[in-house]
């Protein structure tokens, strides 16, 4: 039955043109919004849950609020190697840089190389590795930071914020970890720039097979409860979304001007499809009159809502993959996944059965002879 209906609802849907086009463009608009912000969401929280996919453990100072500014001995790795339990830990002294014009946030990190590669498994043409382990002044960086920042490797890169000097002699290809956005340095290299001789800032560790990261963790502060600077022991994963809470804190406003927006638009949608309602008392109360039944009348009123909310949905998710779904948004360090995606499409729907809900039953509950009153 409802199939047979569906050129005449098509038809209601653009009985008002000007209106329909309006609705269209507004659903448009917002989950074009939607996406946009969730892709820089995505970015912007791509280290967390790349580092958390890694069974690897971080020890930073303890109580310290901005975890950068973490300094623990050098010393510490070697203590942290010791407890049982862990098959290997190094160092890593972690910065922060603003570089090039359109003010791209660069995490520099200082890596002593036989130590690192022990604990963190990344692929990297061997060629450029064994250039990073000979040369003080190398570096290593992303691909997605090397297409960013139109940087290439041979290029001598100078990081005045962090009074650094660099030959880039490797670039670290996709393979679905956060340093594919990072540069690696040499950190005795990092230290002497930064006046932090013998300093890290924190401690990354590898458990051995077998054992928990969460006991793992409990058992390295333990071991270092006596320690001259007290350690905190979490997750790789916990760590990185530390970093992003300091960092990039507007997350959550980015999520609540989403809500917003759909909200608004819910609301827009609604008065829509209400106006078409009232529009067509009379219809609808023919309609009932000649047999249709209140939950059919409901159908077709929310099924005019929804298709006027998914065809909007479908303009805002195609305006957003033209925009900052490419190679040139993914620089800038958008990611319009395909969790994102049917985000936004089911944004679109929300407003659509949301927005007509009411007027569908306001429709569907009209009684025949109230609607029939208004046939002049």
């Not at 609802?9 to 043109?17: E, P, Q, T």
């Not at 130590?115 to 290593?140: C, G, K, M, S």
């Not at 290029?155 to 000097?165: G, K, V």
């Not at 927005?355 to 029939?372: K, Q, Y």
């Amino acid at each position: 039955m409802m199939g047979r209906l569906l050129p005449f609802m098509w038809c209601n849907v653009w009985r008002n043109r000007r209106r329909s086009v309006l609705t269209v463009l507004g659903v448009g608009v917002a989950v074009f919004v939607v996406a946009a912000l969730g892709a820089a969401v995505e970015g912007m929280t791509f280290p967390v849950r790349e580092v958390g996919s890694q069974e690897l453990l971080t020890v930073r100072e303890a109580a310290r609020a901005n975890v950068l500014a973490s300094r623990l001995p050098a010393s510490y790795e070697d203590r942290v190697a010791q407890v049982s339990g862990v098959k290997a830990a190094t160092g890593v002294l972690s910065d922060l840089a603003v570089v090039g014009t359109d003010m791209a946030h660069v995490f520099v990190r200082g890596v002593d190389p036989d130590r690192y590669r022990q604990v963190h498994d990344i692929v990297l043409d061997p060629a450029a590795w064994t250039a990073f382990e000979a040369d003080q002044n190398a570096a290593l960086v992303g691909f997605r930071l090397l297409s960013r920042l139109d940087w290439h490797v041979g290029d001598e890169i100078e990081i005045e914020e962090l009074r650094l000097r660099v030959r880039i002699v490797g670039e670290i290809p996709e393979q679905g970890v956060d340093l594919e956005s990072h540069m690696l340095v040499r950190r005795g290299y990092l230290q002497v720039a930064r006046v932090a001789e013998g300093q890290v800032s924190y401690v990354l560790a590898a458990p051995q097979q077998g054992h928990r990261a969460t006991d793992l963790a409990a058992a390295i502060d333990e071991a270092m409860e006596l320690a001259p600077v007290p350690t905190e022991t979490t997750s790789a994963g916990a760590f990185a979304e530390a970093v992003i809470d300091d960092f990039m804190g507007f997350i959550d406003y980015l999520r609540v001007m989403g809500a917003i927006t759909v909200v608004i638009t819910l609301l827009a949608a609604a008065n829509a499809i209400a106006m078409s309602v009232r529009e067509r008392t009379r219809e609808i109360g023919m309609l009932k009159a000649i047999g249709f039944k209140p939950r059919l009348v409901l159908s077709l009123v929310l099924a005019e809502s929804v298709a006027l909310s998914l065809m909007g949905g479908l303009l805002g998710v195609g305006a957003a993959a033209l925009v900052v779904g490419n190679e040139r948004g993914s620089m800038a360090g958008l990611m319009l996944s395909t969790s994102t995606v049917l985000t936004a499409v089911a944004a679109a729907l929300l407003v659509g059965v949301l927005g007509g809900l009411v007027p569908a039953r306001t429709a569907a509950n009209v009684r025949t002879i109230e609607a029939l009153r208004g046939i002049e």
